[in-house]
């Protein structure tokens, strides 16, 4: 059976009272991603600002690799291999 939020069984989050516990565990795992943000230290200077500004992290607002390559003053070839370099160091720092 389907709960709707308007009828009646929906779980409200003031109703049950383990939710605050599962955001107890929710902090922790918080932590630990907070912990691990110098993910991006292992970058070069250029891949970590494009990869930070493509996704909106450390503050910066999101663009577009146009807006990037711009502001950056880098050619399109060199914007997109930093951008890869960057992903790929990422994925293999995240999967080991």
């Known amino acids: ?4 939020p308007a009828e009646d069984g929906w779980p409200y989050p003031d109703a049950l009272g383990d939710l605050v516990d599962l955001a107890g565990e929710a902090d922790d795992d918080l932590l630990a991603i907070r912990v691990d943000t110098h993910l991006l230290d292992s ?3 250029l891949e970590r600002e ?3 500004a493509r996704f909106g992290l450390q503050g910066h607002p999101v663009r577009t690799m146009t807006e990037l390559g711009g502001d950056l003053g880098v050619g399109g ?3 997109r291999l930093a951008y890869a370099d960057g992903l ?3 994925r293999i720092h995240l999967s080991t």
């Open 1 to 4: 059976m389907t709960l709707w």
């Open 43 to 45: 970058l070069s200077d």
């Open 50 to 52: 494009v990869i930070a």
């Open 77 to 79: 070839d060199d914007l």
């Open 88 to 90: 790929e160091k990422l």
